[in-house]
């Protein structure tokens, strides 16, 4: 699958999720060159602000993805959905995949006295003041892959959450699809259930990348059916 495709379906994908009213945002995505063979997918970013937020997430990396808008999709409960690809033609070069909860309890009713989705308002007016009685604790989940910083505790595919030392190993790169099937399942199970967002999926087999070391620890597998 290549980078332009992949681009053209998170962007799709994005529109669904808001035709739906599953998410309250969602970004275009585009395709940039790196080199004469490398491409990478990303939303359109609208600052030069730094991707990598710290770990275990603090309150302030969450509040700063909203108001720089560093996300693809940005759910109606408030969690955050990062997409980003590098293509190497038509191969999986490397990838960051997150999702970020929201450590507050929105619902769709409290978002309905912010009409122009001002969740940053609805966050300081409702939950800010009382801090210590509405935050939280959720941790961010990311699906790296990136070969080339192989190690035996640091695999190909993996999964970082909660301290920088867990990295569960997964079996292969995911693609968008299997990528967001996890989050939905998990996480937004009322949009796992709409025909309207599952038919959007289509899933295919992904090249297995785990070495013997990793093969012998607890790891992420999964298959398509």
């Not at 495709?5 to 529109?15: L, S, V």
């Not at 490398?38 to 969450?62: C, F, I, Q």
Request: aromatic share 12%; glycine share 4%; proline share 5%.
């Amino acid at each position: 699958m290549s980078a332009e495709t992949i681009c053209w379906r998170a962007t799709h994908f994005g529109f669904t999720l808001l035709g739906n009213e599953f998410a309250i945002d969602a970004r275009q995505h585009f395709v940039e060159p790196l080199s004469s063979t490398t491409k990478s997918v990303m939303w359109v970013r609208a600052s030069d602000h730094s991707l990598v937020t710290g770990n275990p997430a603090r309150l302030e990396d969450y509040i700063s993805l909203l108001a720089n808008q560093e996300y693809s999709y940005l759910m109606a409960d408030g969690g955050v959905i990062q997409i980003a690809y590098v293509f190497d033609r038509d191969e999986i070069e490397r990838h960051r995949l997150a999702y970020y909860p929201c450590p507050f309890a929105i619902t769709p009713r409290d978002l309905s006295a912010y009409p122009d989705g001002g969740i940053l308002d609805l966050i300081n007016d409702q939950f800010m003041t009382e801090i210590e009685e509405n935050l939280l604790l959720k941790s961010p989940i990311r699906f790296d892959y990136a070969p080339g910083a192989a190690a035996d505790y640091h695999p190909a595919s993996h999964i970082t959450l909660n301290d920088p030392s867990c990295r569960i190993p997964a079996r292969a790169p995911l693609n968008f699809d299997t990528f967001i099937k996890f989050i939905l399942e998990n996480f937004y199970f009322d949009a796992w259930q709409s025909e309207a967002v599952t038919r959007e999926l289509g899933f295919r087999n992904e090249e297995d990348c785990l070495s013997d070391h990793h093969r012998s620890r607890a790891y992420l597998d999964w298959t398509h059916r």
